[in-house]
């Protein structure tokens, strides 16, 4: 099974130009992917570079027919024409979507910095002994207050979902939306964090929970030990020049750990200022 996280930057490349259609070539021409968790993904801007306000979420659910599409946007709003502008995460899934939940993350008010709603989409997807789940994240950028803040929300989501395992809520006879929601201990979490490998906030993100499975274990150290982490950004000469670094990670709980057994970047795409991160899962 194999999954992948991209920040594709409105499916702008590296050359300015904008096309879905090469977002998904180059997905394509790196590996099969099941599931499919892209951030920064735009409908009806006309104003963010190189669009004209396209549904980005109806082009990525043609050009992947197979896959189930969940948009989860953070930035929501209404123009002065009567046209909707989104700006979010989408996630695409081969495997049937038992569930899915769309969380607005925190966003306390910070006037020093310039800043948008934040997202987190969560899939519970079968096919996985036992289920598992998918969150498709994307912190805030510019402001460090909203970044810790998203990252205890995030902790704090999976201590949710991990008390939900042990002692799922109880079934109502009449189902409807009463009806039992499978939401496994096994999940992974990735996106754009927006932080680097030892800042602060990394480290925070990772640090031990409530019990061990509701720790977010980092996939990258998981898989690679102690070698650092591959580049996401600044690759290409797009958007930071001189200055590789990464942040954008895959990281899961301890039920899911043994399935995990590959995590790679791919740095030779130049479609987006990011770089994709794969994640192999045993089946």
Not at 87 to 116: E, I, K, Q, Y
Not at 166 to 177: H, R, T
Request: proline share 6%.
């Amino acid at each position: 099974m194999k999954l992948v996280s991209w920040n594709i930057q409105w499916a702008r490349g590296c050359d300015g130009h904008v096309s879905a259609g090469r977002i998904a070539r180059a997905l394509n021409d790196f590996g099969d992917a099941d599931v499919i968790c892209l951030q920064e993904v735009a409908r009806g801007y006309d104003d963010l570079p190189g669009l004209q306000g396209e549904d980005q979420v109806a082009q990525f659910a043609t050009l992947f027919p197979d896959h189930a599409p969940i948009f989860a946007p953070g930035a929501d709003s209404l123009r002065r024409d009567g046209t909707r502008r989104q700006f979010g995460n989408l996630t695409l899934s081969r495997l049937p979507v038992l569930a899915a939940w769309r969380h607005l993350l925190p966003w306390p008010a910070d006037s020093t910095a310039p800043s948008m709603q934040r997202a987190c989409v969560e899939v519970v997807l079968d096919g996985l002994a036992g289920g598992l789940r998918v969150l498709n994240t994307h912190l805030e950028y510019y402001s460090r207050v909203q970044r810790m803040a998203q990252i205890e929300a995030l902790r704090a989501l999976n201590a949710e979902a991990q008390a939900h395992a042990v002692a799922p809520p109880a079934a109502k006879a009449s189902g409807g939306a009463f009806a039992a929601v499978l939401r496994p201990a096994a999940a992974l979490l990735c996106g754009d964090f927006n932080c680097e490998p030892g800042s602060e906030e990394f480290v925070r993100l990772v640090a031990p929970g409530a019990s061990l499975q509701a720790r977010w274990h980092d996939l990258w150290a998981h898989c690679h030990g102690a070698v650092a982490h591959a580049d996401t950004v600044g690759l290409h000469g797009c958007d930071w020049p001189g200055r590789r670094f990464c942040c954008d990670f895959a990281l899961a709980t301890a039920p899911l750990l043994s399935r995990v057994q590959a995590v790679e970047v791919d740095q030779s795409t130049a479609a987006s200022d990011h770089q994709p991160v794969w994640i192999t899962l045993a089946d």
